[in-house]
Nanobody
């Protein structure tokens, strides 16, 4: 089992910045991919950014040049630095870990955190 705990959400004004963090715990070595998704009210959950265990990153077009995803050396904490926030960034942000290297095996397991809310408003 892998447990993901997000932090760092909150209320920020347009143009402001926030840094989200997600720490994974459990009996595993690392995940193949860790990612941030978001879900705005009335909308489907969407991928914001992902990072592989070797550091390859992908971003949604809407956040390129504003958001940066990073992974600590342990591979168990992922950050999302969000700059120049816009009202359209308001959503619940979820951490995801996919493809888990457990201590004794690999499995295409998929884990989610509980989410942290980001509100961008005056």
């Amino acid at each position: 089992q892998v447990r993901l705990v997000e932090s760092g959400g909150g209320l920020v004004r347009p143009g402001g910045s926030l840094r989200l963090s997600c720490t994974a715990s459990g009996s595993f070595t690392q995940a193949n991919v860790m990612a941030w998704y978001r879900q705005a009210p009335g909308r489907q959950r969407e991928l914001v950014a992902s990072i592989s265990r070797v550091g390859s990153t992908t971003y949604a077009d809407s956040v390129k040049s504003r958001f940066t995803i990073s992974l600590t050396n342990s591979g168990k904490t992922v950050h999302l630095q969000m700059n120049n926030l816009e009202s359209e960034d308001t959503a619940d942000y979820y951490c995801n870990a996919y493809g888990i290297w457990y201590t004794d095996r690999y499995a295409n397991d998929d884990y989610w955190g509980q989410g942290t809310r980001v509100t961008v408003s005056e």
